[in-house]
């Protein structure tokens, strides 16, 4: 049961920091885009080519938007991290009896406990 739990936190870490490169990603793409004067807003108040250096507020655009996307992916985190200290809870406080079942025939489904419970 550890090691599937150390699976899934690992997992989810490296899925949540694909994540948050995926949104520095593509908010820089939208900085450059928009500093190099190729993106057009509606009104137009910045003037693109009257920057003489557009790689440093691209910069800080990235940075900024990875730490806000640390911030939002976090709450995902903590979701993941809570389901998987319920389920080690339920399979701890649990015996797979009748009177003390285990999760729902889903959730076993889903942890590859099936085989090990079958009533």
């Known amino acids: 049961m550890i090691h599937r739990v150390?699976?899934?936190?690992?997992?989810?870490?490296?899925?949540?920091?694909?994540?948050?490169?995926?949104?520095?990603?593509?908010?820089?793409?939208?900085?450059?885009c928009f500093f190099s004067g190729e993106l057009r807003v509606s009104a137009d108040i910045y003037q693109a080519e009257l920057l003489n250096y557009c790689w440093l507020p691209i910069l800080i655009l990235m940075v900024g938007s990875y730490f806000i996307a640390l911030g939002c992916f976090s709450v995902y985190s903590m979701g993941v991290d809570t389901f998987t200290l319920c389920v080690m809870d339920d399979v701890e406080r649990n015996d797979g009896t009748i009177q003390r079942p285990y999760m729902s025939r889903s959730m076993m489904e889903i942890l590859h406990k099936q085989e090990d419970f079958d009533v």
Request: no cysteine.
């Open 6 to 32: 150390l699976v899934v936190d690992r997992v989810t870490d490296l899925l949540l920091f694909f994540g948050r490169l995926l949104v520095v990603g593509a908010i820089g793409i939208l900085a450059f």
